[in-house]
Nanobody
Framework: QVELVESGGGLVQTGDSLRLSCAAS????????VGWFRQAPGKEREFVAT????????SYADSVKGRFTISRDNAKNTVYLQMNSLKPEDTAVYYC???????????????????WGQGTQVTVSS
């Protein structure tokens, strides 16, 4: 069992930055893959970023590539999502998710993650 708790969301202006945190418990971070997803009002939950548990591979949605960075701190059992140059279209509830599948792949599908946090709201005003 893996428990995830996100934090760091808030209300910012276009062009600002935020760093989201996802604290994991129940298993060591080095034994799980973690991804970030987001869901805007009226839309489906979509993939944002993921980093394999080995830490040697990352994957980003095209819409955030070059602006968002996912990182892991195994000592703190925490995964971060650094979000720069935020846009109004980044407004959503952001979720972190985890699985214990093979570390050889970047998992981008919602159905590949059985463990989810409660989400943190990010609102970007224009």
């Amino acid at each position: 069992q893996v428990e995830l708790v996100e934090s760091g969301g808030g209300l910012v202006q276009t062009g600002d930055s935020l760093r989201l945190s996802c604290a994991a418990s129940g298993r060591t971070l080095s034994s799980i893959n973690v991804g970030w997803f987001r869901q805007a009002p009226g839309k489906e939950r979509e993939f944002v970023a993921t980093k394999t548990r080995s830490g040697d591979s990352t994957s980003y949605a095209d819409s955030v590539k070059g602006r968002f960075t996912i990182s892991r701190d195994n000592a703190k059992n925490t995964v971060y999502l650094q979000m720069n140059s935020l846009k109004p279209e980044d407004t959503a509830v952001y979720y972190c998710a985890a699985n214990v599948l093979s570390s050889a792949l970047n998992y981008r599908g919602r159905n590949q993650y059985p463990y989810w946090g409660q989400g943190t709201q990010v609102t970007v005003s224009s």
